[in-house]
């Protein structure tokens, strides 16, 4: 594996949240926010009205929520599908616990990548600790990338495994419920 | 674009719009590619993008509000980094074909679920749960486990080496086929 490729500097500070404490307010602002921002002349404001908080208030706890990095991004969410980038696959690798780190930094800046984290591995049947989420337009597209990341890389040696989608069940933002309820009541319709 | 259709999509009308892309505007393809990340978290962010696409306000808003109503925008907003904030996992089952269109409307049934996926691979579904804490997380997965028949393998999230700023559609202004390295 070619490790003389160093990931940008900015990559070796942490990418994890800092320490942050939330309170109530932040709690109910975070509730509401998830199935997105009125699109509206002032989002900010109307999502106040319905948390009775001033428009300023609500602009402030969004930037601190950014920058002890919760939010790991904010704008417009696009569904990569109805985009016509159709095909997609999960490449999982299983890569030696020292170089892991090196290597899902430098994966993880791709933009064809659009997900790259460390998961357990569960032996026998799952040695796969790399997790990769590869988008294109079609599956050739998926595969020619794979093949550069491994020609860029010299992943040749490192075990891995394409998975591709065959059928999305569902899709949607992950949706956080503040209030607890009996786990058979909660059963909601998709909207992806 | 000659293999399109991949993914057959089970909930949704959208699979007509096979070239959806090339049909834009070029104010719709800069929404969509431009911005996503950095939402402005000023009094009125569309005027702000307005002004960077020398747009109005109200065309930029009609012209999101249309793009999710057609399905190209899920939504404006944000998106939280995995676990800061509950808890969630990635889940996989090896569910046999005859079982799976059930197991899976099953899983979907979940509120706490929000992606479900069948994959090419033995273990060939793979869903996203996300809960308010690591005690929810788990009695769904286990309530998933009962009702199925099926083990579980849940795989959490370990460390996110990810960059997000969203996914380059190349439509928009140019951003280079890679964002670093």
Sequence with gaps: ?192 | MHRVNTITEVNGQLNTQQHGLQKLTELEKHLLNDFQHNLPFVSRPFKQIAKQLGSSEAIVIDTLNKLKEQGFVSRVGVVFRANSIGASTLAAMAVPVSELENVAAMISSYSEVNHNYEREHHFNLWFVVTARDEEMLNSVLYDIESRSGHPVMSLPMLEDYHIDLGFDLGVGFERGQESGV
């Design chain 1, 1 to 192: 594996m070619d490790m003389n490729v160093n990931p940008l500097p900015y990559l070796s500070e942490s990418i994890l949240p800092r320490e942050v404490k939330f309170d109530e307010q932040d709690q109910a602002l975070i509730v509401l926010i998830q199935t997105g921002l009125p699109i509206s002349t002032t989002p900010y404001a109307d999502l106040g009205e319905e948390l009775g908080m001033d428009e300023s208030e609500v602009i402030e706890r969004l930037k601190r929520l950014n920058r002890s990095n919760i939010i790991k991004r904010s704008g417009v969410i696009v569904r990569h599908h109805e985009l016509g980038y159709r095909a997609n696959a999960m490449v999982v690798w299983n890569v030696s616990d020292e170089i892991i780190g090196k290597l899902g930094l430098c994966l993880g800046q791709f933009d064809f990548i659009t997900l790259c984290y460390h998961r357990p591995r569960r032996l026998p049947g799952w040695p796969y600790n790399l997790f990769t989420m590869i988008h294109g337009k079609s599956r050739d597209d998926v595969l020619e990338n794979i093949q550069y990341l491994i020609n860029r890389y010299e992943l040749n040696e490192i075990e891995h495994e394409i998975l591709f989608s065959t059928r999305r069940f569902k899709q949607r933002g992950a949706i956080y419920h503040k209030l607890s309820g009996e786990l058979n009541n909660r059963v909601d319709k998709t909207d992806g």
